[in-house]
């Protein structure tokens, strides 16, 4: 892979023990050298965990300098003893960089209901601090070190020229669905040099993540954990980012998102195919959104996309229960491509090139449109395969 | 089985030949002897089959005199042919009993998109018009004639006595989640002697359903053509239902409700658990169902249970993502008995004991406790297992 990283940001990965094997890394630190902005969005789960509610308490804001992320311990439902924990490993994160506990930010995922290993992870933050550097090993490292059950490692990068001026951004995430005892975790940070402020980019931030991660779903169980940052150094010396340029630093932050958050379905367990569903025609996105995510949690149109069965009936079902009222005799649905439902009626087409399709390509296409209106959507999620129900069914306690 | 057919009715399934196998009755019909009162409750999907469109517009009213249901095709996603179709269903029922067409309802449940097969309906029709009668025969005819994929039979029933006279409700239902290209259904049809008006059967069916059927899921994915009846042929020659015993008359139809209700996801695809989930001290009861139906359709919660995983972490999880906001401190959560989740924390308890009550039963209890209020729900659903993926993604088109 080739993703430069952004000026002003130093990281490094190690392994200090959270995880038994002891080539994996385990503990992440990404740091900026000076003050920095940093933006977050995070999980909807009531119950969450520490790291989650400390973070959100602290972004936005301009005085950035550390995020530690830890793997293989998500230190949620640990009661008031987690929450002192996080405190304390953003504390000694910032005492490592020389910084104050309120300039640093923490993540955590892996298994829920364990205390952290203070020790070895403060041992860790030592070890990763005399690492810290900004080259493709230092940044190979940290990437490793904030996965858990991920087959593939997720970054993705975009250079931008705004101006004459050039800018990066670049950014890693982790996720997979969720296994065994572990509530597997979406994270993600964003880092670019580009010069913002924290307004700026929380709007920026918000607005990439609607388009991504709030739009893709393994099983539709939301984790404790989940969070996004995107920080900004301002290191590659270029002014305050201007209004009239805003949207080019947009499409960059939602493109390296999107990118992103197709790959977590695409690793999702057992997961055979990553399943494209665009929702066009609605009254409102939010429409469009809860007809997507319907079709996506829909057990049955899972497992007949896994069985590359252009099962047309499963799919319309789905949106027409999804709660979003509109006219069935307008709905028409297109599987890769092909017209299989129009005016209340199945359209004659060839189910064997259909199913042909599905059971060929790694991704499938599912196409409403619904006749309501303008707004639209793109979703994406895993089909539902013998292999995820046995991953995760026959784990025992 | 021993389910008395309530005066006033009378009953015949047969074979006419919408199922290939000639030996499975595939028409039913329902009738009384004179005007009755009938109530309806039907599927929310806004994608539905033409003959809820029409019982919809029909019910509540006191001049019914005939159902008949078909099984093995669902009349569903057939456009104003299959509308029409519906009508001539409805009207050749109303015919072969001597009534008019807007006496009669119908309910189809099988294949969707494919034409009903009117002339071998029509034939059947009149055979079953010949085999109508009220005894233990007819009555188990008519219960198969109305099933599809079901395991079982599904029938339940009450005897009453009020002010010293007897009042008897029987009811029938089909549904075992969903299979291959069929978009299997929920159908119950309700029957009592009772002398009831229309209002009052509406209220009493509509109060029994909350209770019931709108507790239950096997995979979440609603039907185009759920219809629960409620018939009161009013000929056990007693007078009009006193207010002050309708609370009577509703337990009893609320418990044939809940124990058909029970038996859905017991017969649900591949499903080795009956899982029972208790929330209680909601600020509501629909916070109340909202919590318990997210828990329900979690695929890690229902993965867990058919591996008999006490993963509380999955479960509390769930809980938190339904979108109903309650203080996370205050949650606890029993399995099978065994408090395993308190004050924000997991409580020491003996994993292999609690996992050993899950293999070792059917059913599997959860319990939550929200701290929240005085409201509370029950609901029911199945486990999720390797064989239900097979099921449901080996068929192919």
């Avoid at 936005?60 to 996080?86: K, L, W």
């Avoid at 041992?123 to 904030?146: H, M, N, Q």
């Avoid at 409403?368 to 129900?389: A, K, N």
Wanted: charged residues 20%.
């Amino acid at each position: 892979m080739n993703h430069p990283v952004p000026k002003g940001f130093r990281l490094a990965g190690v392994h200090c023990g959270v995880k038994s094997d002891p080539t994996k890394e385990d503990l992440t630190l990404i740091t900026t050298d000076s003050d920095a902005v940093a933006a977050g969005v995070y999980t909807q789960n009531v119950v969450h965990a520490a790291s989650v509610k400390q973070n959100r308490a602290k972004t936005p804001f301009d005085r950035f300098r550390v995020v530690i992320v830890n793997s293989g311990n998500a230190n949620a439902c640990t009661g008031q003893r987690g929450e002192q924990d996080a405190r304390e490993l953003t504390r000694l994160a910032a005492e490592s960089v020389g910084a104050a506990e309120d300039q640093a930010l923490g993540m955590s995922t892996g298994i829920i209901g364990e205390f952290l290993p203070m020790d070895a992870l403060a041992t860790g933050i030592t070890a990763a601090k005399a690492r810290l550097a900004a080259d493709k090993a230092a940044f190979e490292s940290a990437v490793r070190g904030i996965t858990t059950t991920d087959k593939f490692v997720k970054v993705a990068s975009r250079c931008l020229d705004i101006d004459g001026q050039a800018i990066q951004v670049t950014a890693m995430a982790k996720g997979a669905g969720m296994i065994g005892p572990n509530m597997a975790t979406m994270l993600c940070v964003v880092m670019t040099d580009a010069t913002l402020d924290a307004p700026t980019a929380q709007r920026v931030l918000s607005n990439a993540v609607n388009e991504s991660f709030n739009c893709m779903s393994v099983e539709g169980h939301t984790s404790t954990s989940d969070t996004v940052l995107l920080l900004a150094s301002g290191a590659a010396g270029v002014p305050l980012l201007a209004a009239a340029d805003e949207p080019q630093l947009q499409d960059a932050v939602t493109a390296v998102c999107v990118e992103l958050a197709r790959m977590i379905p695409t690793d999702g367990e057992g997961a055979s195919h990553l399943i494209t569903i665009d929702v066009q025609g609605c009254a409102t996105r939010e429409d469009a959104h809860q007809i997507a995510k319907t079709v996506a949690d829909s057990p049955l149109v899972k497992t007949g996309i896994a069985g590359a069965d252009p099962n047309w009936g499963r799919i319309i079902s789905a949106a027409g229960y999804s709660g979003v009222q509109f006219d069935a005799d307008k709905l028409t649905l297109s599987i890769n491509g092909t017209l299989v439902y129009e005016n209340s009626m199945p359209v004659a087409f060839d189910a064997a090139t259909v199913s042909a399709s599905i059971r060929d390509n790694h991704e499938t296409n599912l196409q409403f449109s619904l006749g309501e209106g303008e707004s639209s959507i793109r979703f994406w999620t895993s089909d539902l395969t013998v292999d995820y129900v046995r991953f995760n069914s026959e784990y025992t306690t």
